[in-house]
T-cell receptor
Framework: GDSVTQMEGPVTLSEEAFLTINCTYTATGYPSLFWYVQYPGEGLQLLLKATKADDKGSNKGFEATYRKETTSFHLEKGSVQVSDSAVYFCALTDAYSGNTPLVFGKGTRLSVIA | DTGVSQDPRHKITKRGQNVTFRCDPISEHNRLYWYRQTLGQGPEFLTYFQNEAQLEKSRLLSDRFSAERPKGSFSTLEIQRTEQGDSAMYLC????????????FGPGTRLTVL
């Protein structure tokens, strides 16, 4: 079945450092790809999405590009802030089916220190 | 802001008791999903509804679990004869009838079984 693999954390960075969180996927169809973020004590929030190959999703300074050739959707941010400390989840769903549940990676905890 | 709401936010129960959780989706969303999240893991799919029809159930959903969505509005998830292994965060999400299957999550119900 479909699956998502994320780099293991925790990741600890200093403020203004560059962030990359790797995500690769396995899917039989043509998935849509998502990054969700979970801040401490809060629910999952959609951070960004991409629905087809070469699409770039972006939001709040974060970016991720849908790479079909490498089956990847790595999350990047040029300069992290303390407020970015959270757990980040990569996820996919079958775009053609429309009803399929999300398949999540295990999450990567990011801690940003001042 | 009428996002996805869940009730209760926390539930502590003794092993063997029954518990019921409620989820109210975003009003125009016809798809509703239940997930379970344990510590250090990504959310895992349990079941989903399109309108009032339950269309898919995960193998994780043992016969002690039942979910309903009467009239295609709110949904309930009941766990009978709870076990310590049921302790987890139970997440509800909803998505609109068209477009990419972008799911919006509620804050979750944290269940602790003693």
């Amino acid at each position: 079945g479909d699956s998502v693999t994320q780099m293991e954390g925790p990741v600890t960075l200093s403020e203004e450092a560059f962030l990359t969180i790797n995500c690769t996927y396995t899917a039989t169809g043509y998935p849509s790809l998502f990054w969700y973020v979970q801040y401490p004590g809060e629910g999952l929030q959609l951070l960004l999405k991409a629905t087809k190959a070469d699409d770039k999703g972006s939001n709040k300074g974060f970016e991720a590009t849908y790479r079909k050739e490498t089956t990847s959707f790595h999350l990047e941010k040029g300069s992290v802030q303390v407020s970015d400390s959270a757990v980040y989840f990569c996820a996919l769903t079958d775009a053609y089916s429309g009803n399929t549940p999300l398949v999540f990676g295990k999450g990567t905890r990011l801690s940003v220190i001042a | 802001d009428t996002g996805v709401s869940q009730d209760p936010r926390h539930k502590i129960t003794k092993r063997g008791q029954n518990v019921t959780f409620r989820c109210d989706p975003i009003s125009e969303h016809n798809r509703l999903y239940w997930y379970r999240q344990t510590l250090g893991q990504g959310p895992e799919f349990l079941t989903y509804f399109q309108n009032e029809a339950q269309l898919e159930k995960s193998r994780l959903l043992s016969d002690r679990f039942s979910a309903e969505r009467p009239k295609g509005s709110f949904s309930t998830l009941e766990i009978q004869r709870t076990e310590q292994g049921d302790s987890a965060m139970y997440l509800c999400a909803s998505s609109p009838p068209t477009g990419v299957n972008e799911q919006f999550f509620g804050p979750g119900t944290r269940l602790t079984v003693l």
